[in-house]
T-cell receptor
Framework: SQTIHQWPATLVQPVGSPLSLECTVEGTSNPNLYWYRQAAGRGLQLLFYSVGIGQISSEVPQNLSASRPQDRQFILSSKKLLLSDSGFYLC????????????FGDGTRLSIL | GQNIDQPTEMTATEGAIVQINCTYQTSGFNGLFWYQQHAGEAPTFLSYNVLDGLEEKGRFSSFLSRSKGYSYLLLKELQMKDSASYLCAVRDSNYQLIWGAGTKLIIKP
């Protein structure tokens, strides 16, 4: 069966510091991969998605970037974090047709001080 | 613009039935998903509707009317563990998911 691993679970970082969040998927090949951010009381905001190695689509202009160095690895990065980057970051995967749902990792709660 | 509307919060009693509504205005429609999200956790998939009508899965059912831009999630025989947020998401013409802010469901004994 497929599993998704996302780490770390929580992270506290100072303003201006770099960021690297990692997500890996097991048990499937060539998944679609997604990074979301969820602010308190708000819907999920799609940040990036990828349909294959090295293919990244950005949905929202910001100081974040994403990379997909391997088929089942998706990384979210920043060179300099802002206070507004605080939130709950979720990685998700999907495969197959349009009726297939996205499945989420456990999330990373990021606090910027 | 694209918009998904859900009530912010609902309260129901253990053992009862509750209906959570979702209305949407999106650029195209390629399916509607319902997810459950417990506090501090990731969303988990509940149901999918692409054609009009009712889809039943145990205690949970989901209904869709495409002409009205409307869906609801029906939860029967409520249990305390059903206390969670319920997220409605619509796949648009670009096959991206547009998410509602979620409905926080509080179950009282």
């Amino acid at each position: 069966s497929q599993t998704i691993h996302q780490w770390p679970a929580t992270l506290v970082q100072p303003v201006g510091s770099p960021l690297s969040l990692e997500c890996t998927v097991e048990g499937t090949s060539n998944p679609n991969l997604y990074w979301y951010r969820q602010a308190a009381g708000r819907g999920l905001q799609l940040l990036f998605y990828s349909v294959g190695i090295g293919q990244i689509s950005s949905e929202v202009p910001q100081n974040l970037s994403a990379s997909r160095p391997q088929d089942r690895q998706f990384i979210l990065s920043s060179k300099k974090l802002l206070l507004s980057d605080s939130g709950f970051y979720l990685c998700a995967w999907s495969v197959g047709g349009e009726h297939q749902p996205q499945h989420f990792g456990d999330g990373t709660r990021l606090s910027i001080l | 613009g694209q918009n998904i509307d859900q009530p912010t919060e609902m309260t129901a009693t253990e053992g009862a039935i509750v209906q959570i509504n979702c209305t949407y205005q999106t650029s195209g429609f390629n399916g509607l998903f319902w997810y459950q999200q417990h506090a501090g956790e990731a969303p988990t998939f509940l149901s999918y509707n692409v054609l009009d009508g009712l889809e039943e899965k145990g205690r949970f059912s989901s209904f869709l009317s495409r002409s009205k831009g409307y869906s609801y999630l029906l939860l029967k025989e409520l249990q305390m563990k059903d206390s969670a947020s319920y997220l409605c998401a619509v796949r648009d013409s670009n096959y991206q998911l547009i998410w509602g802010a979620g409905t926080k469901l509080i179950i009282k004994p």
